[in-house]
Protein backbone atom coordinates (compact mmCIF):
# COMPACT_ATOMS: atom_id res chain seq x y z
CA UNK A 1 0.00 0.00 0.00
CA UNK A 2 1.61 3.08 -0.53
CA UNK A 3 1.23 5.91 1.42
CA UNK A 4 -1.19 9.36 -0.10
CA UNK A 5 0.13 13.14 0.35
CA UNK A 6 -2.09 14.85 3.10
CA UNK A 7 -4.86 16.55 1.52
CA UNK A 8 -3.61 20.14 3.00
CA UNK A 9 0.30 20.21 2.49
CA UNK A 10 2.45 20.41 5.78
CA UNK A 11 4.94 23.08 6.56
CA UNK A 12 7.66 20.17 7.48
CA UNK A 13 9.56 23.14 9.23
CA UNK A 14 6.81 23.28 12.09
CA UNK A 15 6.51 19.28 12.44
CA UNK A 16 7.41 18.90 16.41
CA UNK A 17 10.29 16.22 16.94
CA UNK A 18 8.16 14.67 19.17
CA UNK A 19 5.97 13.34 15.75
CA UNK A 20 9.29 12.33 14.41
CA UNK A 21 10.49 10.31 17.21
CA UNK A 22 7.34 9.05 18.61
CA UNK A 23 8.19 5.43 18.71
CA UNK A 24 11.31 6.38 21.12
CA UNK A 25 8.67 6.45 23.95
CA UNK A 26 7.03 3.07 23.49
CA UNK A 27 11.03 1.80 24.22
CA UNK A 28 11.30 4.03 27.20
CA UNK A 29 8.29 2.52 28.73
CA UNK A 30 9.51 -0.84 27.40
CA UNK A 31 13.03 -0.22 29.22
CA UNK A 32 11.73 1.02 32.45
CA UNK A 33 9.22 -1.95 32.29
CA UNK A 34 11.94 -4.65 32.36
CA UNK A 35 14.61 -2.89 34.62
CA UNK A 36 11.81 -2.14 37.28
CA UNK A 37 11.25 -6.06 37.71
CA UNK A 38 14.67 -7.11 37.71
CA UNK A 39 16.38 -7.79 41.33
CA UNK A 40 19.76 -6.11 42.11
CA UNK A 41 21.25 -9.76 41.86
CA UNK A 42 19.78 -9.87 38.57
CA UNK A 43 21.23 -6.61 37.15
CA UNK A 44 24.66 -7.91 38.53
CA UNK A 45 24.45 -10.49 36.32
CA UNK A 46 27.28 -9.50 33.61
CA UNK A 47 25.59 -8.57 29.75
CA UNK A 48 28.26 -11.49 28.49
CA UNK A 49 31.69 -12.79 29.80
CA UNK A 50 34.15 -9.97 30.31
CA UNK A 51 31.19 -7.32 29.90
CA UNK A 52 29.76 -4.82 32.19
CA UNK A 53 26.28 -5.78 33.77
CA UNK A 54 22.68 -5.39 33.14
CA UNK A 55 22.78 -2.54 35.34
CA UNK A 56 25.44 -1.17 34.04
CA UNK A 57 24.88 -0.69 30.44
CA UNK A 58 21.32 0.93 32.11
CA UNK A 59 23.77 3.60 33.81
CA UNK A 60 24.97 4.36 31.18
CA UNK A 61 22.14 4.75 29.20
CA UNK A 62 20.66 7.50 31.59
CA UNK A 63 24.66 8.98 31.58
CA UNK A 64 24.85 9.53 28.06
CA UNK A 65 21.09 11.20 27.99
CA UNK A 66 22.23 13.38 30.59
CA UNK A 67 25.00 14.49 29.37
CA UNK A 68 24.05 14.66 25.74
CA UNK A 69 20.59 16.48 26.50
CA UNK A 70 21.57 18.58 29.70
CA UNK A 71 24.91 19.87 28.77
CA UNK A 72 24.76 20.38 25.12
CA UNK A 73 21.55 20.66 24.53
CA UNK A 74 20.80 22.37 27.70
CA UNK A 75 17.10 21.46 28.20
CA UNK A 76 15.31 20.21 31.48
CA UNK A 77 16.17 19.41 34.59
CA UNK A 78 18.28 21.28 37.72
CA UNK A 79 21.13 20.47 40.02
CA UNK A 80 19.65 16.65 40.85
CA UNK A 81 20.36 15.60 36.65
CA UNK A 82 24.04 16.28 36.96
CA UNK A 83 24.86 13.41 39.37
CA UNK A 84 23.10 11.20 36.57
CA UNK A 85 25.97 12.79 34.02
CA UNK A 86 28.50 10.22 36.26
CA UNK A 87 26.91 6.84 36.86
CA UNK A 88 28.75 4.88 34.65
CA UNK A 89 32.08 6.46 35.84
CA UNK A 90 35.16 4.40 37.21
CA UNK A 91 34.11 3.52 41.03
CA UNK A 92 30.20 4.58 40.93
CA UNK A 93 28.15 2.48 42.91
CA UNK A 94 25.51 -0.25 41.73
CA UNK A 95 22.23 1.31 41.11
CA UNK A 96 19.02 -0.32 42.77
CA UNK A 97 16.41 -0.82 40.47
CA UNK A 98 13.77 2.01 41.72
CA UNK A 99 17.41 3.98 41.12
CA UNK A 100 17.89 3.22 37.70
CA UNK A 101 14.09 3.53 36.87
CA UNK A 102 14.00 7.00 38.66
CA UNK A 103 17.19 7.76 36.17
CA UNK A 104 15.34 6.62 33.50
CA UNK A 105 12.47 9.10 34.08
CA UNK A 106 14.16 11.52 34.92
CA UNK A 107 15.86 11.87 31.59
CA UNK A 108 13.23 10.46 29.33
CA UNK A 109 11.48 13.84 30.70
CA UNK A 110 14.34 15.81 29.26
CA UNK A 111 14.35 13.98 26.24
CA UNK A 112 10.62 14.51 25.82
CA UNK A 113 10.65 18.47 26.82
CA UNK A 114 13.37 18.96 24.31
CA UNK A 115 11.71 16.78 21.68
CA UNK A 116 8.14 18.66 22.46
CA UNK A 117 9.67 22.03 22.32
CA UNK A 118 11.84 21.73 18.89
CA UNK A 119 10.59 20.99 15.25
CA UNK A 120 12.56 19.85 12.26
CA UNK A 121 13.85 23.15 11.27
CA UNK A 122 15.80 22.77 14.48
CA UNK A 123 17.62 20.06 13.43
CA UNK A 124 20.32 21.77 11.74
CA UNK A 125 21.09 24.11 14.31
CA UNK A 126 24.53 24.25 15.34
CA UNK A 127 25.83 23.71 19.04
CA UNK A 128 28.74 24.24 20.18
CA UNK A 129 30.23 22.68 22.87
CA UNK A 130 30.11 23.79 26.63
CA UNK A 131 32.44 25.54 28.22
CA UNK A 132 31.90 22.97 31.25
CA UNK A 133 33.59 20.29 28.80
CA UNK A 134 37.61 19.98 29.25
CA UNK A 135 39.88 22.09 26.25
CA UNK A 136 40.29 17.73 25.05
CA UNK A 137 36.63 17.23 25.08
CA UNK A 138 35.83 20.35 22.86
CA UNK A 139 38.12 19.41 20.77
CA UNK A 140 36.93 15.77 19.95
CA UNK A 141 33.61 17.12 20.02
CA UNK A 142 33.65 20.24 18.43
CA UNK A 143 30.15 22.29 17.36
CA UNK A 144 27.76 19.58 16.54
CA UNK A 145 24.25 19.89 15.26
CA UNK A 146 21.26 19.40 17.07
CA UNK A 147 19.99 16.80 14.55
CA UNK A 148 23.65 14.65 15.09
CA UNK A 149 22.97 14.66 19.15
CA UNK A 150 19.92 13.64 18.87
CA UNK A 151 20.68 10.72 16.69
CA UNK A 152 23.71 9.91 18.50
CA UNK A 153 21.47 9.03 21.56
CA UNK A 154 18.80 7.94 19.94
CA UNK A 155 21.40 5.18 18.35
CA UNK A 156 23.50 5.18 21.43
CA UNK A 157 20.28 3.76 23.65
CA UNK A 158 19.38 1.22 20.96
CA UNK A 159 23.15 0.16 20.86
CA UNK A 160 22.65 -0.90 24.59
CA UNK A 161 19.55 -1.49 24.70
CA UNK A 162 20.44 -4.15 22.40
CA UNK A 163 22.79 -5.09 24.52
CA UNK A 164 20.57 -5.70 27.43
CA UNK A 165 17.85 -7.39 25.72
CA UNK A 166 20.77 -10.27 24.39
CA UNK A 167 22.58 -10.32 27.95
CA UNK A 168 18.42 -10.32 29.40
CA UNK A 169 18.05 -13.44 26.89
CA UNK A 170 21.02 -15.01 28.20
CA UNK A 171 19.88 -15.17 31.59
CA UNK A 172 16.46 -16.05 30.80
CA UNK A 173 15.49 -13.22 32.31
CA UNK A 174 12.34 -10.83 30.93
CA UNK A 175 12.93 -9.65 27.59
CA UNK A 176 11.60 -6.52 25.79
CA UNK A 177 8.58 -7.41 23.71
CA UNK A 178 5.87 -5.23 21.75
CA UNK A 179 7.66 -1.96 22.11
CA UNK A 180 7.29 -1.11 18.49
Request: hydrophobic fraction near 45%; proline fraction near 8%.
Amino acid sequence: MALESPATPVNEQAVPLAIVYQGWEGYQRELVKIVAQLTPEQLALPVAPHHWSLGQAVQHIVTDRAWWFHVWVGVGGGPEILPLMNWDGEGQPVRSPAELVAGLEATWAIIESALARYTVADLGHVIAPPASLSERERQIFGPITLQEIIWHVHNHEHHHGGELAVGLGEHHLPNFSGWW
